[in-house]
């Protein structure tokens, strides 16, 4: 750094904050006591830690949009976006910034008005959004919008609440608020150009004579401000989706301005590419589906967060990815100063964040767990935190009471599922999860419909209807009004959806003794769409067609499994001999001329192309050739020819983080550069150490395929 860096605290050098992954993620059971388990065991839920000193993003995989990041002493407290869903604003808290554990709701419900109920209309994709996350004097504050009104504040003098609600006097759009040394309070808000004004004391509203346009349209900025002062400077993240997402950043020596203006994170999609799209993402009428575009990365950049500083004087960025039907995920990046700008990534590899890195130096070790407990059997006293109604419920017509270990929902007038009250919904979980509950029909009237579905746009949902004699098991996909019915003679049964958020494709099954599971209908293919502004949700329903209210349904042993909670691949081969592939055109890597390179043509000698995997610690490992000619090595730049084979052991240059992709495939990260091996496709090239990431179709020639030599 510069002598004008000195100010600005820095993120640890590679050399002390050496950095590993493991497969991409390695979980145990949410909410329960852990302890590690070892690598490539599988686990039961998806977690970030993984149990050796590092984490993988996403931190969650289930949707937590918007984030924003507050540090009060050795604790971190996080908020995110729930728009419509009831109860909003989940605080969160952690000790190490990647295992999360949930505290509170700080808006139990958002009562505004008939469409808050779904009575008369609805507020999908609307009520709470973009939420500011401050604390100031012992009073903790949430600043957030809300369609239609004015901006909403939250406070509380402790984040596990009780959170009192009160309202601005002007409606503030993705607004940040900063509390000054000097006790005035700024915000920001507004897309392209950025609004800026100062507060009341009283936050009722602000003083309108300081409103003024701070950074003019055109300058790079978007939406989604973040606000700090750091070192006597002035920040402001913003995160632009046109024509793809980005984060700028924009600093100043006052609050008023000049502004300038630079990106800070781009093109990070961690190899993910563009799933399935809703035509207008369903902001037009009908449903029309747009096949995907597994080549592009298009909205799926990380985008959107906040930065925060740790005790040890590293900075952290927290910021979310639109990762298709899922959701939009939160992700963690480690912040390196340069030049007096804080930028997402690695000194080497700015602008892009690692996949897998070194847990942050906080001071603190937290086992590694999950923030919920998703399976619930309804025999507590509340709803678990990680259950939230869609809209405003009637709170008079569920229970947890009436029949002690089951959810009773009672049927209340509704057209269809998308207009039925009191669907209590959890958000599904990537990458791959089935749900499924034990649903009693007894209580059932005629008219109503109850079962489980797969709350999204276009929704899908598999359930019993209630005839005047008879009931029926009924299958339904709004995609192209698709139905499936059949007589059904019990009872009780079991429903089920499998979702695999890869190929993005949810599947229902039913059981009439809850182990022989039979597929009914097709599968719903999922997609990514800004009505709801929510991935895909599991719900519980219960509505009847006749308008009026009817039955109750009982629903229990509500389940989630997760059979990939720690990824696709495989224990790092440690102690073993393997041969690495490259994925963009099929040519295996071998030793040529004390040098590796793909597709020689001829056929290397035994052990040219075999390479044994050494331990680094934290999942960093060697190779060494098989051949005997040293260890692999990255000299000079690290560009083509610069990976060498040299016979001792030269430490950083010869270890490679092991990036094993949640497919299974790997990349090899460079502790000398802070990039990847790379060779260039098609040309019986030469291996660099220059790759920025991974890219969706892995052509790049940074994306690997290993396997297990066979002994000769």
């Known amino acids: 750094m510069n002598k004008s860096d000195r100010r600005f605290p820095r993120h640890a050098s590679i050399a002390a904050a050496a950095f590993a992954l493991a497969a991409i993620a390695v979980t145990r059971v949410a909410g329960a006591s852990v302890t590690d388990a070892p690598r490539g065991a599988a686990c039961t839920t998806w977690m970030a830690d993984n149990g050796n000193g590092t984490y993988t993003n996403p931190l969650f995989y289930d949707e937590f949009s918007d984030p924003d990041v507050i540090r009060v002493g050795d604790d971190y407290y996080l908020t995110g976006t729930t728009m419509h869903a009831m109860p909003g604003l989940p605080v969160l808290h952690s000790r190490d910034l990647v295992n999360w554990e949930f505290v509170s709701y700080a808006m139990k419900e958002l009562d505004l008005g008939p469409a808050f109920r779904l009575q008369g209309g609805e507020i999908y994709g609307q009520g709470i959004w973009a939420p500011c996350f401050r604390e100031h004097n012992g009073t903790f504050y949430i600043f957030a919008n809300v369609n239609g009104r004015k901006t909403q504040v939250f406070r509380a003098t402790n984040p596990a609440g009780p959170w009192t609600q009160s309202e601005l006097g002007s409606s503030l759009h993705d607004l940040s608020v900063l509390f000054d040394d000097d006790g005035r309070i700024y915000v920001v808000w507004g897309y392209d150009d950025i609004l800026f004004a100062e507060l009341k004391p009283d936050l009722s509203d602000i003083i309108p004579e300081t409103r003024r346009v701070l950074i003019p349209a055109g300058s790079g900025m978007g939406e989604g401000s973040h606000f700090y002062r750091i070192c006597g400077r002035y920040y402001i993240f913003s995160a632009n989706w046109d024509p793809m997402c980005y984060e700028a950043v924009a600093r100043a020596d006052r609050p008023e301005g000049p502004y300038e203006v630079t990106t800070t994170s781009a093109c990070e999609s961690f190899g993910v590419g563009t799933g399935w799209r809703l035509k207008g993402l369903g902001r037009a009428p009908g449903i029309h589906l747009l096949p995907p575009h597994p080549g592009e990365t298009a909205g799926m950049s990380m ?38 700008w804080p930028l997402f990534g690695l000194p080497g590899n700015l602008t892009r964040s690692p996949l897998t890195w070194v847990k942050p130096n906080t001071g603190h070790s937290s086992a590694p767990h999950a923030p919920y407990e998703r399976s619930d059997d309804f025999s507590g006293r509340q709803l678990k935190p990680v259950w939230q109604w869609n809209h405003v419920p009637d709170r008079t017509k569920w229970s947890l009471t009436e029949k002690p270990g089951s959810l009773r929902l009672r049927a209340l007038g509704a057209k269809d599922f998308w207009t039925a009250r009191n669907s209590l919904t959890q958000r599904a979980v990537g990458p791959e999860s089935t749900a499924t509950v034990r649903l009693d ?16 746009l276009p929704y899908a949902w598999l359930g019993v209807r209630r005839g005047e004699q008879s009931a029926e098991l009924v299958w339904l996909d709004q995609t192209g009004g698709d139905t499936k019915s059949a007589p059904l003679s019990v009872t009780h049964l079991w429903l089920r959806v ?72 495989r224990p790092i081969p440690i102690g073993k001999t393997i041969t690495l592939m490259s994925l963009a055109d099929n040519r295996p890597l071998a030793v040529w001329s004390g040098m590796l390179r793909a597709g020689s043509g001829a056929a290397p000698a035994w052990g040219a192309n075999r390479f044994r995997v050494l331990d680094r610690g934290r999942g960093r490992i060697a190779l060494e050739a098989g051949d005997g000619s040293g260890f692999v090595t990255v000299t000079g730049a690290g560009e083509a020819g610069d990976l060498k084979l040299v016979k001792t052991d030269q430490g950083d240059p010869a270890t490679f983080q092991w990036t094993q992709m949640e497919s299974g495939d790997i990349m090899l990260l460079s502790l000398a550069t802070q990039r990847y091996l790379a060779v260039e496709p098609q040309t019986n090239g030469l291996l660099a150490a220059t790759a920025r990431g991974a890219v969706p179709d892995r052509k790049n020639g940074a994306s690997f395929a290993w396997a297990e030599a066979v002994a000769q």
């Open 441 to 456: 029909t007894e209580g059932m009237l005629p008219g109503d419909t109850a079962g489980l579905a797969l709350l999204n």
């Open 498 to 569: 499998h979702c695999n958020f890869d190929t993005e494709q949810g599947m229902f099954s039913y059981s009439l003794d809850g182990a022989n599971f039979q597929p009914f209908g097709v599968p719903l293919t999922m997609a990514f769409q800004l009505k709801t502004f929510q991935g895909v949700r599991f719900a519980l329903f219960n509505f009847n067609t006749a308008g009026a209210e009817g039955g109750y349904a009982d629903f229990d042993n509500f389940t989630v499994i997760e059979p990939r909670a720690n990824g696709c691949g």
């Open 303 to 340: 985008h959107q967060g906040g930065i925060v500083q740790t005790q040890s004087g590293e900075w952290w960025a927290l910021a979310m990815m639109d990762h298709n039907s899922v959701g939009r995920l939160t992700c963690l990046s480690p912040v390196t100063w340069r030049d007096g």
